[in-house]
T-cell receptor, first 113, second 110 residues
Framework: GAGVSQSPSNKVTEKGKDVELRCDPISGHTALYWYRQRLGQGLEFLIYFQGNSAPDKSGLPSDRFSAERTGESVSTLTIQRTQQEDSAVYLC???????????FGNGTRLTVT | GEDVEQSLFLSVREGDSSVINCTYTDSSSTYLYWYKQEPGAGLQLLTYIFSNMDMKQDQRLTVLLNKKDKHLSLRIADTQTGDSAIYFCAEALRDYKLSFGAGTTVTVRA
């Protein structure tokens, strides 16, 4: 595709429900990242996938958060039993060869009521 | 705390130059980036500089890197209203993970 695509663009959910966020990276990009952006703050690293290597999950804030990626394509970020503090914009990015810049999607704005 | 620090706000008059400053902490960073975020949108890569460079110019954008002081700046010449956005500085850690600053909100006034 032309860019990184994320869906849904907006998600409102009730506290305690599970949500699943989707990211379609740029075709051919082997690296995929998830970041979280709270209102008025910078980006917080969540997880990184590189090809078939084990993902770097060091940024996941709790065991309620998990992510999967199928090969070098789509990734899903799942948040179980959502809490109000999970409200944020979740950004996905992908990159090609090592050290190449990250290309970001427009994010999913998650609101937990 | 943040590894990358930026001032939070900058107000500039249309037509003037904007300078956004950033400090980082990891001396082994290979690349440093500037991203722009407009309301409701993701981050758009503006420019980046490799750590062995001192300066990079790209049209209205000039990036200066002082590796000794771990200081990075972005100068936007002839600032326009379309330049109003949040600008993020980021450093590449261990060749893949980026550490971002909190962002500088630039407001261009007529």
């Amino acid at each position: 595709g032309a860019g990184v695509s994320q869906s849904p663009s907006n998600k409102v959910t009730e506290k305690g429900k599970d949500v699943e966020l989707r990211c379609d990276p740029i075709s051919g990009h082997t690296a995929l990242y998830w970041y979280r952006q709270r209102l008025g703050q910078g980006l917080e690293f969540l997880i990184y996938f590189q090809g078939n290597s084990a993902p770097d999950k060091s940024g996941l804030p709790s065991d309620r958060f998990s992510a999967e990626r199928t090969g070098e394509s789509v990734s899903t970020l799942t948040i179980q039993r959502t809490q109000q503090e999970d409200s944020a914009v979740y950004l996905c990015a992908s990159s090609g060869v090592r050290n190449s810049p990250l290309h970001f999607g427009n994010g999913t704005r998650l609101t937990v009521t | 705390g943040e590894d990358v620090e930026q001032s939070l706000f900058l107000s500039v008059r249309e037509g003037d130059s904007s300078v956004i400053n950033c400090t980082y902490t990891d001396s082994s960073s290979t690349y440093l980036y500037w991203y722009k975020q407009e309301p409701g949108a993701g981050l758009q890569l503006l420019t980046y500089i490799f750590s062995n460079m001192d300066m990079k110019q790209d049209q209205r954008l000039t990036v200066l890197l002082n590796k000794k002081d771990k200081h990075l700046s972005l100068r936007i010449a002839d600032t326009q209203t379309g330049d109003s956005a949040i600008y993020f500085c980021a450093e590449a850690l261990r060749d893949y993970k980026l550490s971002f600053g909190a962002g500088t909100t630039v407001t261009v006034r007529a």
